[in-house]
């Protein structure tokens, strides 16, 4: 076989080997690297400096290790062989400021971002190029994590979704978010990062969407089988293409009352999109509190019960009913106080002297240190 056939055969194995690799990429999501909101595209940025810096080390390793390989391998007599070389001075400085000066760019990186790009903080910006409007009003849009469903609530347009949210191009986002049974994350990759849900607790987060289309979001934290599916559909779209998508779910014919909650609720997976017309005042508040079942007390109402005196009295300031004395043995007088091996009355005279005048009280020599075992004891200097 010539050198030609066998050169040809060997790209075509080379080809062959490649197959599997692609195959495993076919299977990425290059949603994190393909962003349509403004936090997500500097998300991804951070991701792209954060890789670079690091690779500033591992590049020139990597390299030196095949360059350090080839020089000194045992075949290359004209290589330095230095069997007593333990130390340069300038080889540590080499070796030791480089990552350290990526670790400093990192940090300071990470510090920036965090502070940036809290999910707490109101966006400044719609685009690099654009700032906020600050006569717009940023869409409230509640979100409450179910099993396994997510629901979205619309207070201002007076409507609900299951698994499909449509947020307006160029307008401020502001989500309120909490959970109905368990710890869950709430992410859609192309709009912002990742922000958990909780049971009782309600967090928030600030995004904005700069074009539109048609995009995914889904669970990020593994809440029982039903996870893999917990996946909901996230619609970009013009300000007018939103009105009308708000007139289409007004036009559906359920509506999100406690019944139809408590129904939804249930776990449940591989849901379809639900639309509700109609939603009952407060209800995200009651979730939140976790009083939406008939009967059930708010938590906020506990609280209040506790700090009013309730079955829990507040531990802070609290006083007995007027004219009544407080109860337990450390309001009581020593002739109140009972005799028992755990409790003695109140001594009649004080241990030692009192008069501060003294000069024994500052006469330290009265002290006795412990004797040591096998040697006398002796008064202390």
Same mark, same amino acid.
């Given at each position: 076989?010539?050198?030609?056939?066998?050169?040809?055969?060997?790209?075509?194995?080379?080809?062959?080997?490649?197959?599997?690799?692609? @195959?495993?990429?076919? *299977?990425?999501?290059?949603?994190?690297?393909?962003?349509?909101?403004? =936090?997500?595209l500097? #998300?991804?940025? =951070? /991701?792209? /400096?954060?890789? @670079?810096?690091?690779?500033? +080390?591992i590049?020139?390793?990597?390299?030196?290790?095949c360059?350090?390989?080839?020089?000194?391998?045992?075949?290359?007599?004209?290589?330095?062989?230095?069997?007593?070389?333990?130390?340069?001075?300038?080889?540590?400085?080499?070796?030791?400021?480089?990552?350290?000066? +990526?670790? =400093?760019?990192?940090?300071?990186?990470?510090?920036?971002?965090?502070?940036?790009l %809290? $999910?707490?903080?109101?966006?400044?910006? =719609?685009?690099?190029?654009?700032?906020?409007?600050?006569?717009?009003?940023?869409? %409230?849009? #509640?979100?409450?994590?179910?099993?396994?469903?997510?629901?979205? +609530?619309? $207070?201002?347009?007076? /409507?609900?979704?299951?698994?499909?949210?449509?947020?307006?191009?160029?307008?401020?986002?502001?989500?309120?978010?909490?959970?109905? &049974?368990?710890?869950?994350?709430?992410?859609?990759?192309?709009?912002?990062?990742?922000i958990?849900t909780?049971?009782?607790?309600?967090?928030?987060?600030?995004?904005?969407l700069?074009?539109?289309?048609?995009?995914e979001?889904?669970?990020? &934290?593994?809440?029982?089988?039903?996870?893999?599916?917990?996946?909901?559909?996230?619609?970009?779209?013009? !300000?007018?293409?939103?009105?009308?998508?708000?007139?289409?779910?007004?036009a @559906? !014919?359920?509506?999100?009352?406690?019944?139809?909650?408590?129904?939804?609720?249930?776990?449940t %997976?591989?849901?379809?999109?639900?639309?509700?017309?109609? /939603?009952? !005042?407060?209800?995200?508040?009651?979730?939140?509190?976790?009083?939406?079942? $008939?009967?059930?007390?708010?938590?906020?109402?506990?609280?209040?019960?506790?700090?009013?005196?309730?079955?829990?009295?507040?531990?802070?300031?609290?006083?007995p009913?007027?004219?009544?004395?407080?109860?337990? *043995? +450390?309001?009581?007088?020593?002739?109140?106080?009972?005799?028992?091996?755990?409790?003695?009355?109140? !001594?009649?005279?004080?241990?030692?002297?009192? &008069?501060?005048?003294?000069?024994? &009280?500052r006469d330290?020599?009265?002290? %006795?240190?412990?004797?040591?075992?096998?040697?006398?004891?002796a008064?202390?200097?």
């Amino acid at each position: 076989m010539s050198d030609t056939s066998l050169s040809a055969m060997g790209r075509r194995l080379a080809r062959l080997a490649m197959l599997p690799a692609l @195959a495993l990429l076919a *299977a990425c999501n290059t949603q994190v690297l393909d962003p349509a909101g403004d =936090i997500a595209l500097q #998300q991804r940025d =951070i /991701i792209y /400096i954060s890789t @670079a810096l690091m690779l500033v +080390i591992i590049v020139p390793v990597m390299a030196l290790i095949c360059v350090f390989a080839w020089r000194y391998r045992k075949g290359n007599k004209d290589a330095t062989y230095d069997p007593d070389f333990h130390h340069s001075t300038s080889l540590e400085l080499v070796i030791w400021s480089a990552p350290l000066l +990526i670790i =400093i760019c990192l940090g300071a990186l990470t510090w920036w971002s965090t502070h940036l790009l %809290d $999910p707490f903080r109101p966006v400044n910006r =719609i685009s690099a190029t654009k700032a906020v409007d600050p006569k717009v009003k940023p869409l %409230d849009v #509640q979100v409450v994590s179910l099993d396994w469903k997510w629901l979205f +609530i619309y $207070p201002e347009q007076g /409507i609900a979704t299951v698994n499909e949210l449509a947020l307006p191009v160029d307008r401020p986002v502001r989500f309120h978010l909490t959970s109905s &049974n368990m710890m869950n994350t709430f992410y859609a990759p192309t709009l912002a990062g990742m922000i958990y849900t909780m049971p009782g607790m309600r967090s928030t987060l600030h995004a904005v969407l700069n074009k539109p289309g048609k995009f995914e979001g889904m669970s990020a &934290n593994y809440s029982g089988s039903g996870f893999s599916n917990m996946r909901f559909t996230l619609y970009g779209v013009k !300000p007018r293409d939103f009105d009308a998508w708000v007139n289409r779910v007004k036009a @559906a !014919p359920l509506a999100l009352d406690t019944p139809t909650y408590l129904e939804i609720e249930k776990p449940t %997976d591989k849901v379809p999109p639900m639309y509700f017309a109609r /939603i009952q !005042p407060g209800l995200f508040d009651r979730v939140y509190q976790r009083c939406v079942r $008939p009967g059930t007390p708010c938590m906020r109402d506990m609280m209040r019960h506790d700090q009013d005196g309730g079955a829990m009295p507040s531990m802070h300031g609290s006083q007995p009913p007027a004219g009544q004395k407080p109860e337990g *043995a +450390i309001f009581q007088g020593g002739n109140e106080m009972d005799v028992s091996p755990n409790r003695g009355k109140e !001594p009649t005279k004080p241990s030692g002297n009192a &008069n501060p005048n003294d000069p024994n &009280n500052r006469d330290m020599s009265r002290l %006795d240190l412990p004797a040591l075992r096998g040697a006398p004891r002796a008064a202390a200097v």
